[in-house]
T-cell receptor, first 111, second 115 residues
Framework: GENVEQHPSTLSVQEGDSAVIKCTYS??????FPWYKQELGKRPQLIID?????GEKKDQRIAVTLNKTAKHFSLHITETQPEDSAVYFC??????????FGTGTRLLVSP | DGGITQSPKYLFRKEGQNVTLSCEQN?????MYWYRQDPGQGLRLIYY???????QKGDIAEGYSVSREKKESFPLTVTSAQKNPTAFYLC??????????????FGEGSRLTVL
């Protein structure tokens, strides 16, 4: 089955810096890659996703890139703000039925 | 933020006891999921259901059981056979259609502690 690895497990940046979180997946048949944000004490929420027919997708300060050959995808957050502090999860699936999540990255943005 | 309600929010049980976690949604979603969240291990899929009266095992189904008798409800039973049941449990549902086909809507979770 699919296996998703996520790095780093923790990431500390200064406000205004960029943050990058990387994930690798094992199943070359996977074609859907979402990213979820979980703030402390709250439920995970989808922030951006990408399908295998595109290489990059942007939404304001966040972007996701996908390299199908290398089987890895990354989340990029620019101009980080304290409210970006949270745990971020990547995931992968073939189709949309069964997501396999990474182990999460705790991002801390210091003012 | 509404739509998926999990209860109870906190639950304590003694070893050897079964416990059932409730998950109800009023979003008219067909697919529902149960995940377990442990520190450093992300979200692991326990069971999922794509339609009423049908469900499939996820990656860590041993020691758990589910039912899907109604579209709105997908309760999870943690049985005494689950060796390490203390965890945070998240229920989720997924809308039909293609526009937001992959987005999971999560409940607020239930934290189970085995004493």
């Amino acid at each position: 089955g699919e296996n998703v690895e996520q790095h780093p497990s923790t990431l500390s940046v200064q406000e205004g810096d960029s943050a990058v979180i990387k994930c690798t997946y094992s199943d070359s048949a996977s074609n859907y890659f979402p990213w979820y944000k979980q703030e402390l004490g709250k439920r995970p929420q989808l922030i951006i996703d990408i399908r295998s027919n595109v290489g990059e997708k942007k939404d304001q300060r966040i972007a996701v890139t996908l390299n199908k050959t290398a089987k890895h995808f990354s989340l990029h957050i620019t101009e980080t703000q304290p409210e970006d502090s949270a745990v971020y999860f990547c995931a992968a699936s073939m189709g949309f039925q069964k997501l396999v999540f990474g182990t999460g990255t705790r991002l801390l943005v210091s003012p | 933020d509404g739509g998926i309600t999990q209860s109870p929010k906190y639950l304590f049980r003694k070893e050897g006891q079964n416990v059932t976690l409730s998950c109800e949604q009023n979003l008219n979603h067909d697919a529902m999921y149960w995940y377990r969240q442990d520190p450093g291990q992300g979200l692991r899929l326990i069971y999922y259901s794509q339609i009423v009266n049908d469900f499939q095992k996820g990656d860590i189904a041993e020691g758990y059981s589910v039912s899907r008798e109604k579209k709105e409800s997908f309760p999870l039973t943690v049985t005494s056979a689950q060796k390490n049941p203390t965890a945070f449990y998240l229920c989720a549902s997924k809308p039909p259609g293609l526009m937001r086909a992959g987005e999971l809507f999560f409940g607020e979770g239930s934290r189970l502690t085995v004493l």
